[in-house]
Nanobody, 121 residues
């Protein structure tokens, strides 16, 4: 079992910056993908960014150039640095971890409880 605990959300003015963190604990394999998703009120949860254990990253187009995802494998922690924040970035941000044991075809997916990010105009 894996537990994900997010921290660092809050209220910030448009144009400001915020960093959210997610610490994973439990049975974590060396090869995995961690990422961030977000859900705004009345909308579906959407992909924001992911990073593999090898450091490969991918971002949704709306945050490219503004957000940076990084990770510390020794601490099993993923970060999302958010710059030039816009009111439309307001959402609950969820941490995600996906891993597949080498001896199995099953993909294990875990979610954090979410952290609120509010950007005021």
């Amino acid at each position: 079992q894996v537990q994900l605990v997010e921290s660092g959300g809050g209220l910030v003015q448009a144009g400001g910056s915020l960093r959210v963190s997610c610490a994973a604990s439990g049975i974590i394999f060396s090869s995995n993908v961690m990422g961030w998703y977000r859900q705004a009120p009345g909308k579906q949860r959407e992909f924001v960014a992911i990073i593999s254990s090898g450091g490969a990253t991918n971002y949704t187009s709306s945050v490219k150039g503004r957000f940076t995802i990084s990770r510390d494998n020794a601490k099993n922690t993923v970060y999302l640095q958010m710059n030039s924040l816009k009111p439309e970035d307001t959402a609950v941000y969820y941490c995600n971890l996906e891993q597949q044991p080498r001896w199995s075809t099953k993909l294990y997916v875990y979610w954090g409880q979410g952290t609120q990010v509010t950007v005021s105009s």
